[in-house]
């Protein structure tokens, strides 16, 4: 396996400060569901829920209560017609919106988000928390130090959504997407396991798309450009994509990890 590079591919890794519950969640929930060191095993990690639902751990202040999931939740979401079993990482979930609505979408999928922005990691717990998501399990940190640490061949998808661009040629090398990293990826996912990622700035889509077709073990579905124009059904908008700022309208590229690798 290879060890995660030290070169940082984000930005800040706190921002405002945490709302009451926010922070409250971050003692209580997040250690129940957080990835543990060492080397991963899905089964295991998986093996036990976070306990019941009960009051919740929000509200504001610390909880007097355990940590737990609200599945009273009032509005169960119903799976979609798309819905998929199967092992699922979100690499940078920002807030955790898109990855918590595709735990809603897909009951009978396990989820990994992993994210160094503490804001984000909060945001998404207190999305868990609503949804009484118990799925998904977290890091706060590097993608690239959880990917080191899963086994071969042990991923049906991985999502890449909006990724920091780093659009100055002098930080081009902070990008996540990287030679050594689409390696990483190509090691870690089934054959047959897909890569879905999302940008909305030209230059990061071109860059992507030739360091993946460069690389063997992976093959670009796109037969048209609706392929690339459109997003993948099922899919559920982040919050970045709907902000707009890049400089094209998104660009969603999928690959498909070969099956004879
Ligand atoms: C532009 S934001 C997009 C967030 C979200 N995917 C969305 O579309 O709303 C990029 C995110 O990737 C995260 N990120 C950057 N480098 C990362 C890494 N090495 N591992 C995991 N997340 C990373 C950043 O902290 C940030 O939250």
């Keep these: 396996m290879h060890e995660a590079k030290s070169l940082r591919s984000y930005g800040r890794i706190k921002g405002r400060t945490l709302k009451p519950r926010q922070a409250a969640l971050l003692e209580t929930l997040l250690p129940l569901i957080t990835i543990p060191g060492g080397p991963i095993t899905l089964d295991e990690l998986f093996k036990h829920s976070p306990p019941p639902c009960g009051a919740g751990a929000g509200g504001g202040g610390r909880p007097e209560q355990p940590p737990t999931l609200n599945t009273a939740y009032p509005t169960p979401p119903t799976p979609s017609p798309q819905g998929r079993g199967g092992d699922i990482l979100e690499i940078g979930f920002g807030g955790g919106e898109h990855l918590v609505a595709q735990a809603a979408a897909n009951p009978e999928a396990r989820f990994i988000g992993v994210e160094p922005f503490l804001n984000g990691v909060a945001s998404c717990l207190r999305h868990i928390e609503e949804a009484g998501a118990e799925k998904i399990r ?79 073990d992976f093959t670009w579905t796109a037969e048209c450009a609706a392929d690339w124009r459109e997003p993948w059904p099922g899919h559920t908008p982040t919050r970045y994509e709907q902000k707009r700022l890049g400089d094209t309208a998104p660009i969603y590229l999928r690959f498909l990890g070969n099956e004879t690798r």
Excluded: C, M
């Excluded at 706060?140 to 999502?159: E, F, M, Q, T």
């Excluded at 879905?196 to 993946?212: G, S």
């Design 138 to 216: 977290l890091h706060h940190g590097d993608a690239r130090d959880v990917i080191a640490r899963l086994p071969n061949a042990s991923l049906d998808l991985v999502y890449i959504l909006f990724p920091d661009p780093w659009p100055k040629a002098r930080h081009h090398k902070r990008r996540l997407i990287q030679p050594a990293f689409i390696e990483e990826l190509a090691r870690v996912l089934k054959p047959g396991g897909e890569i879905r990622f999302a940008t909305d700035w030209k230059a990061y889509a071109a860059w992507t798309l030739e360091l993946f077709l460069k690389n063997a």
